[in-house]
């Protein structure tokens, strides 16, 4: 069995890049595995996510640039699309080829069709959609898309990712598609009422090894992610521990994470005069020794596919903080401490109950749930699909 993931980014921290390295190491233990990545080449480092632990093929791809007349043909076309014409099979496939120009569209056909692959699975949504395009160029029959944005994250008005004006297009490629994953139950019914289109869900797994135990006596608050698109909230968190600070002298922040973000995080700890309480660190390979430091973990997500770090913080016993996601409810059921997502205030009030629980009881439960995200369990799921192959038109 052939399988090849292709992704953006597999040499860099991040969620997605992390749960891409597990499944393909699983994966590698029974089959032939391909990363392609649009990483540069010289960004190779297969230590990251212990990836140089298995057996994996990487291939390094770059897009050539496009005859600069037809990218503003392109474009225009696709203004025009997103903007004023109607959602129709023509348009989009028209879109198809103005977003995706045939002189990239080429390079990937041949580094795909270069390998008799089995399946083929498409990490984020933008690249499934990709696939999707060129599938009936492509000798793989079995083109899987993984989406790790929440339905809500991808399609809401004013996205990073696709946004309101993009939606029917990327359900329309999912379609095309011969298994399309989605990361939470709570995502399926949107594409079935909008769509009449039933994704398959397979949960992320635990995805690193978990250090000591909390012992629940750190007076810490940890909070963990990439600094981008305010995904993470991390401006709502330091603002609500700030408030949460003027009646509390004892209880510090770590955060853990990097992107372009920071120095506005780095403005707000200072306008707020939390220098000495909040501190930012960077991603590490040990991420596990901030899990076991901390006492509660805070998670100020605007918006999560999954919500991966609920899982890695429960696995060391770390009772959780979080805004209300339909995600993190699937997730953690009645175990989370929960706030109206966005709200400073209601945020604040949560990390003050947080200090107050009874610790040893939560932790304990912690642990309990974060049992369930076992690497043997989700890569069952993973091997059935690439194994069964519905046909498409």
């Not at 780095?266 to 020794?289: D, G, W």
């Not at 989370?336 to 939560?362: R, S």
Request: charged letters at 20%.
């Amino acid at each position: 069995m052939k399988v090849c993931f292709v992704t953006e980014s597999i040499f860099s921290y991040g969620g997605v890049q992390r749960v891409t390295a597990v499944i393909a190491k699983e994966l590698a233990k029974t089959a032939e595995v391909t990363i392609m990545t649009f990483d540069q080449a010289d960004s190779k480092d297969t230590t990251i996510y212990g990836l140089d632990e298995a057996d994996i093929r990487y291939e390094f791809l770059a897009y050539p640039a496009v005859n600069p007349l037809k990218e503003k043909c392109c474009k225009a076309y696709s203004l025009l699309y997103r903007k004023v014409l109607p959602s129709c099979s023509i348009t989009h496939a028209l879109y198809a080829h103005s977003s995706f120009p045939s002189e990239r569209r080429d390079i990937l056909i041949s580094h795909l069709n270069a390998q008799e692959y089995d399946a083929i699975i498409a990490v984020h949504a933008p690249i499934a959609t990709r696939i999707a395009a060129i599938r009936s160029q492509l000798r793989c029959k079995n083109l899987i898309g993984w989406i790790h944005n929440s339905f809500e994250a991808m399609f809401s008005k004013g996205s990073a990712y696709a946004g309101t004006e993009l939606e029917s297009y990327f359900v329309y490629q999912f379609h095309r598609l011969n298994h399309t994953v989605v990361l939470c139950q709570c995502d399926v019914p949107p594409y079935q009422e909008r769509y009449d289109f039933t994704p398959e869900v397979i949960y992320n797994p635990l995805t690193l090894q978990p250090g000591e135990a909390s012992n629940g006596l750190s007076k810490k608050f940890l909070a963990v992610g990439r600094f981008s698109h305010q995904h993470k909230g991390f401006d709502l968190l330091i603002k609500a521990f700030a408030e949460f600070a003027t009646t509390n002298s004892e209880w510090t922040l770590n955060i853990v994470g990097e992107g372009m973000e920071e120095p506005m995080y780095r403005e707000l700890i200072r306008e707020h005069h939390l220098e000495q309480r909040v501190q930012i660190h960077h991603f590490t390979n040990h991420v596990q020794t901030y899990y076991s430091d901390a006492q509660i973990y805070v998670l100020s997500s605007r918006w999560e596919g999954f919500g991966l770090v609920l899982v890695e913080a429960m696995a060391h016993g770390l009772p959780i903080v979080s805004s209300d996601l339909p995600t993190s409810k699937e997730i953690m059921g009645d175990f989370g401490l929960y706030f109206p997502n966005g709200d400073i205030h209601a945020l604040a009030e949560k990390l003050h109950e947080a200090t107050h629980m009874d610790w040893q009881e939560k932790s304990q439960e912690a642990l309990q749930i974060a049992a369930r995200f076992n690497i043997e369990t989700i890569i069952k799921q993973w091997q059935q699909i690439i194994k069964t192959t519905y046909e498409k038109d």
